[in-house]
């Protein structure tokens, strides 16, 4: 094998692949890349079994062939580089050399036989959607994901296609965020997956506000084509995780008794300061809306107390709830409005924050002290 490649296209490559690999893998070839040189491209591919990642980017192949090369290191040469262009060539022993201008290196691989074969797709149902709206949607979904893994029906967001919808959900069971597109066409892609983390978070890397993504799905895996406007496509496959997903519409208020119109900056800044009085044994703010009034408080006995004031448009009964700050503070970081809607019932009811759009996030109240 044989080519020469500019180094940001190389770069470029390398850096949509790099982050599945896992460190600590027993396997010596789940730690390398596949480097492909077909035609005029360079196709890179890096997978950890369960998730795959596959790059192709534009090179000017001399040789066809392919060998796999310990990708961490590979990647930090590249980085280190001075030069703009790359020649690399790998001999019958898997050995790849490296010449860039005046530095040379040569790297020990594994044979590309021995890499994990693609997972094959057969009758598969497919949706296009822009991938700005798929981002966006992930974006204020998988702030709620479980981290426990007992409850591995939860490690993951749950995404269900109807013919003219597309709804994204996740919950840790102390609160649940979901978001809602409307598809354009009609989707021939009717069902629902749970597409598990470390896959969302590939993609919430991988995924920009431009370009389409192509979403194909089976009963058991899942791939995203995300098309770049450069001819730069990433392919990422991965396993679904299985079981049934609960039934998240029954922790969704069906009514609330006030609503309050909030600016979501000012929210967010008030909870951060207030945050700064909390511990990890005593983890709650309480709100407490009274006429034209919000107040934050945070009482520690071991830490001390801390009151934020906001001017608020509010009329209702005085109502006091505690949250925990950071969870509110989640999607008022990844919303991009200026005005954020809580509603409320009362002290013990879940509360909801909604925006002018099809978001939603329901956060269990905690216990006052």
Not at 198 to 227: D, P, Y
Not at 277 to 287: E, P
Request: net charge negative; charged share 25%; hydrophobic share 40%.
């Amino acid at each position: 094998m044989k080519f020469t490649i500019a180094k940001d296209q190389l770069m470029a490559g390398l850096q949509a692949v790099q982050n599945v690999v896992s460190t600590r893998t027993t396997l010596p070839i789940l730690s390398n890349v596949l480097v492909q040189a077909i035609g005029d491209k360079l196709q890179l591919t890096a997978t950890d079994l369960d998730v795959t990642v596959s790059s192709a980017v534009e090179a000017d192949v001399k040789e066809e062939g392919a060998t796999t090369i310990p990708v961490k290191r590979f990647f930090s040469i590249v980085r280190e580089l001075q030069a703009s262009e790359v020649e690399i060539s790998t001999d019958g022993k898997n050995v790849t050399s490296l010449q860039a201008g005046s530095s040379f290196y040569k790297i020990n691989g594994i044979s590309a036989e021995e890499f994990p074969p693609m997972p094959k797709f057969g009758e598969t149902s497919t949706v296009t959607l822009p991938q700005e709206k798929i981002r966006a949607m992930l974006k204020k979904t998988s702030i709620a994901i479980s981290m426990d893994e007992s409850r591995y029906v939860l490690n993951g967001v749950f995404m269900s296609f109807q013919a003219d919808k597309l709804t994204m959900v996740a919950t840790d069971g102390r609160r649940l965020a979901m978001s809602e597109e409307e598809l354009t066409t009609e989707s021939a892609a009717i069902g629902d997956i749970i597409v598990p983390t470390k896959a969302v978070s590939e993609l919430n890397r991988l995924l920009q506000n431009t370009g389409e993504v192509e979403l194909k799905f089976t009963e058991n895996q899942v791939s995203f084509l995300i098309k770049g406007e450069d001819d730069h496509s990433i392919l990422l496959m991965s396993k679904l995780v299985e079981g049934n997903y609960p039934n998240y519409k029954q922790v969704i208020p069906t009514e609330t008794k006030e609503r309050v119109p909030l600016g979501r900056e000012e929210l967010l800044q008030a909870l951060r300061r207030a945050e700064i009085m909390t511990n990890d044994k005593s983890n709650s703010v309480k709100l407490t809306f009274a006429k034209n009034n919000l107040a934050i408080t945070a009482n520690t006995p071991e830490v001390g107390e801390g009151r934020e004031s906001i001017a608020i448009n509010y009329k209702g009964p005085d109502i006091s709830i505690a949250f925990n700050p950071g969870y509110m503070m989640d999607p008022l970081k990844v919303l991009d409005v200026d005005e954020v809607f809580i509603e409320l019932n009362d002290e013990l009811s879940p509360g909801l924050m909604r925006i002018n759009g099809p978001f939603l996030y329901v956060l269990m109240p905690m216990r006052m002290s």
